[in-house]
């Protein structure tokens, strides 16, 4: 099982790599004119390294299998890498249907994060409570990930679309979203960053605090910013927190996670400031030029298709799929559960696209922003409903 759990994550860091060269490649690219519409030779190098890098992440997935004895999709983890996969699986079909180059370069960013993000989790294999050994656990989280993995792509789709047709020489409403969107992003990125900064370093810190009649222990992976309210440092040779978390952050960990959003915000916006420094405009004004000969119709069609396929199968894996197994495991098809209310949440937004786009003619820049805002709300029931909000679907 060692051995397996070796090459498993062997193979899940050389995805990591040859999508990280496939991006590269990708944006040389953009250095042949006119051709986003034809392979070339640094598009089929670059596509050709997306594929091989599949072929390791699908070896990843198989291997892990094995070892666990059940599909890798029960932890954050497991979930996030598998819907890293779903976006450069849904990629790739939309690529040989479109043939357009800068896909590849605004999607396999938005996998490599997810794939960086989802490294942050434990990775340990651990056996699955009675509720989740059911066939229907699989059939479901596996349809529900390659539905965002599509949904994903309409996303990047949009926020080209974006980028390229916002003026960016004037200060208006779209100029300040779009680069809230990429600020977003970098976020993310000053997430992993400083996690596996400390991680590297074996930081920890342990805090012991109230709750109820008990005394819990916190431990934190990266330096207090906010300890737990009412805590008492106990580890030796750290730094105290600079403040106690608000009183109203209740949960398990609450305080941690709320540490660990600060982080995140903190490294996002030096990051940010950086870039700014060196653009010397913004993000979104630093892009713009080099997407002059994106064909903005064919991006605005992708983005629709991308929903109108992801949409029907987000139906099945996250509402169908999930009651039946709902049904297996909790004896009721429906229970109201945070997880459940924000999947019929983000089903309703998508049905929603499609009534606009069909029956209100809601195309280009309409459309394109609520493409990126559907995308918003998949990430918020990722990270926001599983790891804050208490739930029967709660990783952590």
């Known amino acids: 099982m060692s051995n397996l759990l070796t090459l498993s994550s062997t193979m899940l860091y050389t995805a990591f790599a040859f999508y990280s060269f496939a991006t590269i ?15 070339g030779i640094s598009g089929m190098i670059a596509v050709s390294l997306t594929i091989i890098g599949l072929f390791a992440q699908l070896t990843y997935f198989v291997t892990r299998w094995i070892a666990a004895g059940h599909a890798p999709v029960s932890n954050m983890f497991e979930f996030m890498t598998s819907l890293g996969m779903g976006i450069v699986i849904a990629f790739i079909i939309i690529y040989f249907i479109y043939r357009l180059n800068i896909l590849g370069l605004f999607a396999l960013p938005v996998a490599l994060i997810l794939i960086a993000y989802a490294s942050m989790f434990p990775t340990e294999l651990s056996p699955l409570q009675p509720s989740l050994q059911s ?6 989280i596996t349809t529900v990930a390659l539905s965002q993995g599509i949904l994903g792509i309409s996303f ?3 926020l080209i679309y974006l980028i390229k047709q916002i003026d960016q020489n004037k200060r208006n ?3 300040m979203w779009l680069e809230i969107v990429l600020f977003s992003l970098i976020v993310c990125i000053g997430f992993i960053s400083s996690t596996t900064t400390f991680n590297a370093l074996d930081y920890q810190a342990e805090f012991e605090y109230p709750s109820g009649e008990s005394i819990l222990t916190a431990e934190y992976n990266l330096p207090a910013i906010a300890a737990p309210k009412d805590s008492v440092l106990i580890t030796e040779g750290v730094q105290d927190a600079l403040f106690e978390a608000p009183g109203w952050l209740q949960g398990s960990n609450a305080a941690k996670k709320f540490n660990t959003l600060l982080w995140s915000l903190i490294v996002g916006l030096i990051l940010y400031g950086f870039l700014r420094l060196l653009l010397r405009k913004r993000i979104g004004a630093a892009i713009q030029p080099l997407l002059k000969n994106i064909n903005a119709d ?34 009721r098809f429906w229970g109201w559960d945070p997880k459940e209310v924000w999947a019929l949440v983000t089903w309703f937004f998508y049905a929603a696209f499609l009534h606009l786009r069909l029956s209100r003619g809601w195309h280009g820049e309409k459309s ?3 493409a990126v805002g559907g995308f918003a709300i998949i990430m918020f029931n990722l990270i926001v409903v599983n790891l804050v909000i208490a739930g029967l679907h709660s990783y952590a």
Do not use: C
């Open 25 to 39: 490649m990708f944006g040389v690219t953009l250095t042949d004119k006119n051709k986003q519409k034809k392979i």
């Open 135 to 140: 066939p229907w656990l699989y059939i479901h």
């Open 156 to 158: 990047v789709a949009g």
């Open 298 to 331: 064919l991006v605005d069609e992708v983005t629709y298709r991308a929903v109108a396929i992801g949409f029907p199968l987000f139906t099945l894996g996250a509402l169908i799929f999930a009651s039946i197994w709902a049904q297996i495991a909790w004896d």
């Open 368 to 370: 394109s922003w609520l």
């Open 173 to 175: 409403k779209g100029n």
